[in-house]
C-alpha cells in the first residue's frame, strides 16, 4: 500500500506488538515428505492401509502424515514392494520429516508426534 493510499484510508494492515497474542497449541501430529519413486510410491501405499495415516501424492513428492506416531516396519513395506527394503533405503527416500525419528532397529523406524513418549527410546 503506497503511503498516500494509507494516508487517505487512515488504516494500517500492520497491528502493534502490544496488540499481538501468540496463544500455544500442540499438534501431535508427525510426518515424512518423499520423492517420488518406486519405493516411496511402495512405502505410501502400504502406509494408506492405515485409516489414521493420510498420504498426500504431488507432482514429485509424497507426504505422509499422521497422529502419535508413525511406524514404519521395513519387512513389511519390503514384502509388500515385492523387494529388500531397509531402513537406509527408506532414509534415503525421505526428503524432510517432522516429529521426532527414531531408528530402533535395522527393522523399524518410528516417528513421534508425542514428544513424551519419544523419551522411552532415548
Known amino acids: ?3 498516500a493510499a ?3 484510508t487512515k488504516s494500517n494492515i500492520f497491528k ?3 496488540d499481538i497474542t501468540f496463544e500455544q497449541t500442540i499438534s501431535h501430529q508427525c510426518g515424512v515428505t ?3 519413486s518406486v519405493e516411496a510410491r511402495a512405502i505410501a501405499e502400504f502406509m494408506d492401509q492405515d485409516p ?5 501424492y504431488n507432482p514429485a513428492l509424497i507426504r ?3 497422529e502419535g ?10 514384502e509388500f514392494l515385492g523387494k529388500e527394503m531397509t531402513a537406509e533405503m527408506f532414509e534415503v527416500n525421505t526428503s524432510t520429516h517432522y516429529g521426532r ?6 527393522n523399524t523406524v518410528i516417528l513421534f508426534g508425542d514428544m513424551e513418549e519419544v523419551m522411552d527410546y532415548i
Not at 52 to 56: G, I, L, N, R, S
Not at 69 to 78: T, Y
Not at 101 to 106: E, G, I, K, L, Q
Request: proline share 0%; charged share 35%.
Open 52 to 56: 489414521k495415516v493420510t498420504v498426500t
Open 64 to 66: 505422509i502424515d499422521g
Open 34 to 36: 518423499m520423492n517420488d
Open 101 to 106: 525419528m527414531v531408528r530402533v532397529d535395522d
Open 6 to 8: 494509507r494516508d487517505s
Open 69 to 78: 506416531k508413525l511406524i514404519f516396519k521395513m519387512d513389511e513395506i519390503g
Open 16 to 18: 502493534s506488538m502490544k
Open 1 to 3: 500500500m503506497s503511503v
